[in-house]
């Protein structure tokens, strides 16, 4: 049974760093495309990023700027790095894989981590 | 940048009744590219249809999908009580790449 178990501080400054990862477990990471999603509270579900062995990354335009995916298969993980978080970052993020032809669609979620900004 | 827009955005049924939940995009998308998912409190979404219309592993009969070009829809043909929750659907094209409806709430009457 695949799971995702994604980890990281549940509390982030302004304008500093948010790091999270999402450990793979039942599969190997090299198998699909990986992606993080958020949600604040009450709200819906927001696309920010995309992984995969290859290197190749692709990123919501509006998050970009800020933003660095990454995967370490010795570990079978991959990253999210976000910089200059606000209180707009607050949100429960999701670790999920890809599935179909085209990666079209989200088939294995994760359980959500809450990050916070404040100080 | 293609805008799903749901309807409605909360739908009060009783269970055994048929619920209907409508995904408008502001441009064409590709059936292959729609999916819907559900999303119950304090859990993470779960996929349900993708390619507009299949069912993902393990979801009931009752759950069906259709549509296409701007119009989709979701059917869950006899309501059960664990089917109460918010239903996003959800598209992958241009930018932003992954984007979804804002939800449709169904509650039970």
């Known amino acids: 049974q695949v799971q995702l178990q994604p980890s990281g501080p549940g509390l982030v400054k302004p304008s500093e760093t948010l790091s999270l990862t999402c450990a793979v477990s039942?599969?190997?990471?090299?198998?699909?495309?990986w992606s993080w999603l958020r949600q604040p509270a009450g709200k819906g579900l927001e696309w920010i990023g995309r992984v995969h062995v290859s290197g190749s990354t692709n990123y919501n335009p509006s998050l970009e700027s800020r933003l660095t995916m990454s995967m370490d298969t010795s570990k079978n993980q991959f990253s999210l790095k976000l910089i200059s978080v606000t209180a707009a970052d607050t949100a429960l993020y999701f670790c999920?894989?890809?599935?179909?032809?085209?990666?079209?669609?989200?088939?294995?979620w994760g359980r959500g981590t809450p990050v916070t900004v404040s100080a | 940048e293609s805008v799903l827009t749901q309807s409605p955005g909360t739908l009060s049924l009783s269970p055994g009744e048929r619920a209907t939940l409508s995904c408008r995009a502001s441009q064409s998308v590709s059936v292959s590219y729609l999916a819907w998912y559900q999303q119950k409190p304090g859990q993470a979404p779960r996929l349900l249809i993708y390619g507009a219309s299949d069912r993902a592993t393990g979801i009931p009969d009752r759950f069906s999908g259709s549509g296409s070009g701007t119009d989709f829809t979701l059917t869950i043909s006899r309501l059960e009580p664990e089917d109460f929750a918010v239903y996003y659907c959800?598209?992958?094209?241009?930018?932003?790449?992954?984007?979804f409806g804002q939800g449709t709430r169904l509650d039970m009457k």
């Open positions: 999920v894989r890809h599935g179909g032809y085209y990666f079209q669609y989200f088939d294995l």
């Open positions: 039942g599969d190997s990471v090299r198998n699909y495309y």
């Open positions: 959800q598209q992958y094209g241009r930018s932003p790449g992954y984007s």
